[in-house]
């Protein structure tokens, strides 16, 4: 079975976080395939439900080289999970993000013979919704040297991701008859105040390369009483654990005897940190010289299973072929980028 089949039947799966049954099995197709190498070795976790697989050549626990992917996707329409090609791209939910990169990996375990070095692949099934019981609950039991996640990147290598938090800000008032309005007891009035309050403090922020995005209000029940809770939801994006907290303190401060704020979440911002220059280095100097292509060092905004790796001090890099759309209708793998990016991680493997 060829890269772009084993791309399809993953396709084929259903996998979203609801769907467990289709988790099951396509972990268990997984599992199937990679047998065929009889040199591979697995182990198998579950946390809180969730199903993560690792296998691997000798110590696959402490591996020289940790190659990740997630088999969950988010939902869509019926008609994306049965996968189609045309004009030299796969199309399908998760042809990128991550069943194409994904069978990428599996056609190259099943047919490296890697001789005393330790390579492993972890395939989790939560990664669309935060990945802590996979990736995050697994990196706390193994010890790789170094790990690659294989997400979308067009061949560039990204070094650096934002931290992401749900900022809630809340505020209260006191119930009555709508006939009688009153500002002073209005708990969305009091909300929308306190939000004007703080706007000029996130457009500043800006300025750190933070983002804040105003996503969710919710206030009221019905339009003739006066509302006595309120909230909105922020997506606050930032680029270091310092930014985050100068700026929690800061709106706190701001908003002082007039709302609560509540972190809903926190997820890391991810680093690769000076470990990994080596490993960035032979990955440059791989493609430009034998592939005739010349990445970038890219920072992105979106967060991934990398985060993990930088809070266990784990050198990390994103490293995937060429695609696009991913969530949306229209997704889709470049064909000859997944070709090529079994070459080029053939290559790297045997170069580390």
Do not use: W
Request: with cysteine; proline share 4%.
């Amino acid at each position: 079975m060829n890269t772009l089949r084993i791309a399809k039947t993953l396709i084929g799966y259903r996998t979203t976080s609801d769907q467990q049954g289709e988790l099951d099995r396509c972990l268990q197709f997984i599992r199937i395939y990679l047998q065929q190498n009889s040199d591979l070795r697995f182990k198998s976790f579950t946390r809180n439900g969730v199903q993560s697989l690792l296998c691997g050549f000798n110590n696959i626990s402490k591996p020289d080289l940790l190659l990740c992917a997630h088999i969950d996707v988010v939902d869509g329409a019926k008609e994306q999970f049965i996968p189609r090609i045309s004009q030299g791209k796969l199309y399908g939910r998760g042809a990128i993000d991550m069943k194409g990169p994904l069978a990428v990996l599996l056609s190259l375990m099943k047919d490296i013979k890697p001789k005393g070095k330790s390579i492993s692949l972890l395939v989790s099934s939560d990664e669309e919704v935060g990945g802590i019981n996979g990736t995050g609950y697994v990196l706390s039991q193994i010890k790789p040297k170094f790990a690659l996640i294989a997400e979308e990147s067009g061949f560039d290598i990204t070094v650096q991701q934002k931290g992401k938090a749900l900022l809630r800000l809340s505020t209260t008032g006191l119930a009555g008859h709508g006939s009688k309005p009153d500002d002073n007891n209005n708990a969305i009035i009091k909300l929308l105040d306190t939000y004007n309050s703080i706007k000029p403090l996130l457009k500043n922020r800006v300025r750190d390369e933070s983002t804040f995005n105003l996503g969710v209000i919710v206030g009221g029940t019905v339009n003739n009483t006066i509302p006595n809770q309120a909230s909105l939801d922020i997506d606050f994006r930032f680029p270091t654990r310092q930014v985050f907290d100068s700026t929690v303190k800061q709106l706190i401060s701001k908003i002082k005897n007039q709302a609560d704020l509540q972190i809903v979440t926190y997820s890391s911002p991810m680093f690769s940190g000076a470990k990994s220059q080596p490993y960035v280095a032979a990955l440059q100097n791989l493609l430009t010289s034998q592939y005739q292509i010349t990445p970038q060092l890219k920072k992105t905004s979106y967060c991934g299973d990398g985060r993990y790796c930088t809070d266990l001090q784990i050198p990390v890099i994103e490293f995937g072929p060429i695609g696009s759309n991913y969530h949306g209708d229209n997704e889709y793998a470049d064909i000859t980028s997944l070709l090529t990016y079994y070459k080029i991680l053939k290559d790297y493997i045997y170069q580390i």
